[in-house]
């Protein structure tokens, strides 16, 4: 695997789906998603409280079963968050990383 790309400036862009593998776990309140961003390399670790719109049932549905929650993880956009202020990094990003998103194609279970 290369290093973390510090230098890479900050860019929000959408790189498209990636074969990159991540991992998922649950801690019962928190789904969390783990793997290296696909553009600067850098760890990124993302957590989704429980309740994503789209993983429940409600009223005359409520007795069939919700996709698992990891399955809402394929379907969303995902964000660098290695936790590195890149170059160029506005003050007002929404998350801390190089602004690369992409959606998740290789999902596999992980450990905390």
């Given at each position: ?62 007795r ?14 995902h ?20 602004g ?6 290789n ?6």
């Amino acid at each position: 695997m290369p290093p973390h790309d510090h230098n890479i400036p900050y860019a929000e862009t959408y790189i498209g789906p990636t074969a990159t593998p991540f991992t998922h776990h649950t801690d019962g309140r928190t789904l969390t998603l783990r793997g290296i961003c696909p553009t600067c390399q850098g760890v990124t670790t993302s957590e989704y409280a429980y309740g994503i719109p789209g993983t429940g049932t409600k009223g005359i549905f409520s007795r069939s079963q919700p996709d698992p929650p990891e399955t809402q993880l394929l379907a969303e956009f995902h964000y660098c968050e290695c936790g590195h202020a890149h170059p160029q990094l506005p003050p007002d990003a929404p998350f801390i990383g190089c602004g690369a998103s992409w959606k998740v194609t290789n999902l596999q279970a992980g450990t905390a």
